[in-house]
């Protein structure tokens, strides 16, 4: 038998529900069908009274009788058996869209038409890519509510939206009662609505990375404090053994003095057991010849010579004297009270430490714009520093830049290379501070001996390691820090909040309007007292501390 091709199996296909023929029928036009599916559709137009062919449209004005059309039964009969089934086409259920022209068994609906207020499965979809007419239909996915987008009053589709009443409308409203209203096409609101969805997200995952970064703060914190028990429990431990391991030597030490004599000791003390036991053996018979009545037996038994006189053995014990031990405890003691003196002394700087790190973690950043305002601080600019382009203002407090040099003195302190200024004081502790900008201006702290001249490197805040610098420019934020830059997400506002606490080590970048934004917050070890920086980049770019 031939291939089955795709378009061979198209041939067999009924162009009314568009699945293989099922008893299969030839109407006189020549069209097949399903015996099923053209009984329908002739049910339905019989009550128009205008049986006709679906493919071709020839009109019966007798209704035909339909017989099955036995070879081509047997044909699609030989293609199932050597065909395997094809997939089930996608019917609708009562949950989806249906292709509202499909007949029969309707078939789910790949797009809706705002046009035509419509939906249609793929087959039914093809004349809106290939009419020229309408391919300029406005396609969505397949939706049950098209009749929301058509106006209540009119009928006709909402294309229009009303910012004063905040709904759609069609183009009748808006010749009418709607014609003095603030109106824009409903794409355009689209759009802005879009615009500003993506400005919350963003400021949404600009919390959740805020929140989550404090989540991992806590847990670092949670796992120092940890450390510093299980520290802490390590050092006494080994202290405890260390004590011990003393005492036990000690112990080995004295116990070792006695160590030569210990067997003559034992001896000794054998020997004077037994000469105790024979002198009260000897003492007990004296006892009771002592006692003897009878002048005769006394004599007789009564022994001759002293009763001690087959003793020629001289007694004597050598003792230590007490001195000895009393010496070395004393030398114990006082081991024992420097090492109480110098656990007092170390103790009390323990916990002046801890009290220290008690403060600082007390010292948690403020969480609104009054909390940071309590801690902000006037930053007069040192003109020493300023760059020649740059003009100061306002007590030194606003810089801009020009191309006309300024007549400042030589000194030292000043930038030669890009136009930078640093404040006048040093910055200590905790304080805020806020900087109103226009073109694109670089915010940053710096320590004091940052380079003055020599590489752009060495000198230009953000790319060395002695500086800190958010770029603000009118789409976008950058900070940058040792070379290493950082794109900012978050609502671009003219001005700028600065918050630091350099006992902790912590420096936060905000976007500041109406609210608050946290654009950026670094965690480090300040070596050096930090100076407020700007760096202007255009002609005509200012920056001034608020």
């Known amino acids: 038998m031939a291939e089955v091709t795709p378009q061979l199996l198209e041939t067999i296909d009924c162009s009314v529900c568009l699945d293989v ?38 009109i019966y004005t007798v209704r035909p009788d339909l017989v099955k059309n036995t070879t081509l039964a047997n044909l699609v009969e030989q293609l199932n058996a050597v065909q395997p089934a094809a997939a089930d086409p996608c019917y609708a259920e009562p949950k989806d869209v249906a292709c509202d022209f499909c007949t029969g068994r309707k078939l789910k609906a790949f797009k809706s038409c705002l046009v035509c207020l419509a939906s249609y499965c793929e087959k039914h979809l093809l004349p809106h890519y290939d009419v020229a007419a309408l391919k300029h239909h406005n396609l969505l996915d397949p939706s049950k509510k098209l009749q929301d987008n058509l106006c209540s009053l009119h009928g006709e589709v909402m294309k229009i939206f009303c910012r004063t009443d905040q709904h759609s409308i069609c183009y009748l409203c808006f010749m009418d009662e709607h014609k003095d209203h603030d109106t824009v096409s409903a794409a355009a609101e689209r759009t802005e609505r879009q615009r500003k969805l993506e400005v919350s997200r963003l400021n949404i995952q600009q919390r959740i990375q805020d929140r989550e970064e404090g989540v991992k703060l806590l847990r670092q914190e949670e796992e120092k404090i940890n450390k510093a028990v299980k520290d802490s429990d390590d050092i006494f431990i080994e202290l405890m053994l260390f004590t011990g391991e003393k005492s036990s030597i000690v112990k080995a030490k004295v116990k070792s003095q006695d160590s030569i004599e210990d067997r003559q000791s034992v001896a000794l003390q054998e020997k004077l057991q037994q000469e105790i036991s024979e002198l009260k053996r000897r003492d007990t018979e004296l006892q009771e010849l002592s006692h003897t009545g009878n002048l005769n037996q006394f004599l007789q038994n009564y022994p001759s010579g002293s009763p001690l006189s087959d003793s020629t053995d001289s007694f004597s014990i050598n003792i230590r004297p007490p001195s000895c031990f009393e010496a070395f405890t004393r030398v114990l003691l006082e081991i024992r009270d420097k090492l109480e003196d110098v656990l007092k002394e170390k103790w009390t700087n323990v916990f002046l430490t801890v009290a220290e790190v008690e403060a600082l973690l007390s ?20 003109p020493n520093t300023a760059h020649t382009e740059l003009s100061l203002s306002d007590g030194n407090k606003k810089a801009a830049l020009g191309r006309q040099k300024q007549p400042y003195c030589c000194h030292p302190d000043r930038f030669c290379e890009c136009e930078q200024v640093l404040s006048r004081e040093s910055l200590v502790n905790r304080c805020y501070w806020e900087v109103e900008w226009r073109g694109e201006v670089v915010v940053a702290v710096a320590y004091k001996d940052i380079s003055r001249k020599g590489d752009c490197d060495e000198v230009t805040f953000g790319l060395n390691d002695k500086s800190w610098a958010l770029t603000c420019a009118k789409s976008n934020y950058i900070f940058r820090h040792n070379r290493i830059v950082t794109p900012i997400s978050g609502p671009v506002s003219s001005r700028v909040g600065v918050y630091l606490d350099h006992t902790a080590g ?14 950026h917050r670094v965690h480090t070890t300040f070596t050096q007292p930090l100076y407020a920086g700007i760096q202007l980049v255009n002609c005509g770019d200012t920056a001034e501390f608020k």
């Open 21 to 58: 023929l099922k008893d299969p029928v030839t109407i006189p036009c020549g069209h097949s069908y399903c015996m099923r599916c053209i009984n329908n559709c002739w049910n339905m137009d019989n009550k128009r009274r205008i049986p006709c062919c679906p493919d071709c449209r020839e």
């Open 363 to 382: 010292q948690s950043e403020p969480n609104t714009r009054a909390g940071f305002l309590k801690h902000s601080l006037t930053i007069p600019l040192d």
């Open 506 to 519: 912590l420096l936060s970048f905000y976007s500041v309007s109406e609210t608050m934004t946290l654009l």
